[in-house]
């Protein structure tokens, strides 16, 4: 067979062109590709030249693409996909332990994973719970994402979430509407998790005096929240735990006060030197986040 030979543009060019399609601007694209917007112009105007067409059109401070480059990426985006996989390195194998503050395991992490998996199919991957909050143990295990006050923090940890507290319900128990009065709030029963100090430092923080009455406290985040969704009471929620459920329309915030929270999700590395596997994991949560 006779190869006609033909220029090939970089790769460094075309997913330049590919990445501006996703981010919609050079400042994205050069922030997603971690260069200089000079080095993305730089690069597409040379894509242009070798190309024979126009790539982009200025639209006040922003970029548009051609519709002759919305067309030149789709016929590409197949072939980019392949080269990419052939250039990977080994995939990871090998097993993962992680260990997961219930809250945001259930929350947060549980409807995710999969993405994870899914860039990562040979890794084997466990997650375990903590008894309480800020248990680390013997940091045998291989990531830690924990609920921590700030004197538990190993050194070398990442910060992912911080936490505020605010009353939940069903909107059923409410009405569907805002309780502005943290002291007629307390006239509903009210779920506790763990000791019913926390609804005592809510009440307290949003100006009243008023001593909760005794209600039932529970042991397990989603044990309480479940309560919560079925109408027996208002708990304390947060914006990582109680957003799906308000999302779908189970629980809606019913005052406006939030109380921070002393503690905080934290990324903490076992003991071990991290892994390959425990890297990729980091990674993907960090950019997740």
């Known amino acids: 067979m006779k190869w006609i030979h033909i220029p090939i543009p970089s790769t460094s060019a075309l997913r330049a062109l590919v990445t501006l399609t ?16 000079s080095a993305i ?36 985006g197949p072939a980019l996909e392949v080269l990419a996989r052939a250039s990977q ?5 090998g097993s993962l ?27 084997a991957l466990r997650i375990n719970t903590p008894r309480g ?5 013997a940091r045998r295990n291989d990531l830690y994402i924990s609920f921590l006050l700030p004197d538990e923090v190993p050194p070398g940890s990442t910060k992912l979430v911080d936490v505020g507290f605010f009353p939940v319900a069903a909107p059923s128990m409410v009405g569907g509407q805002m309780v502005h009065d ?12 763990d000791n019913r100090q926390d609804w005592q430092r809510w009440i307290s923080a949003a100006g009243s005096t008023k001593t909760p009455d ?37 629980l809606m915030q019913v005052h406006p006060f ?21 890297r990729a994991f980091e990674a993907w949560l960090l950019a997740e986040l």
């Open 22 to 37: 996703r981010t919609g601007s050079i400042t994205g694209t050069a922030e997603a590709l971690s260069v200089t917007q």
């Open 41 to 76: 112009s730089h690069k597409l105007k040379a894509l242009e030249e070798q190309l024979g067409f126009p790539l982009i059109r200025r639209e006040g401070r922003g970029v548009r693409l051609t519709e002759r480059a919305r067309q030149y990426i789709s016929e590409i």
């Open 89 to 93: 390195t080994q995939a990871l194998t």
């Open 97 to 123: 332990t992680l260990n997961v503050a219930s809250g945001f395991a259930a929350s947060w992490l549980a409807p995710r994973i999969g993405g994870f998996l899914a860039k990562h199919p040979g890794v």
């Open 133 to 137: 909050y800020g248990d680390l143990g």
């Open 182 to 193: 943290a002291t007629a709030l307390t006239r509903f029963p009210l779920l506790h998790l």
């Open 214 to 250: 005794a209600g039932v406290v529970f042991q397990d985040l989603q044990i309480m929240e479940m309560a919560a969704k079925a109408g027996q009471g208002v708990s304390l929620g947060d914006r990582l735990t109680s957003r799906a459920a308000m999302e779908r329309g189970e």
């Open 258 to 278: 939030e109380l921070p929270s002393p503690r905080a999700y934290w990324l903490v590395h076992g003991n071990a030197l991290p892994s390959e596997s425990a």
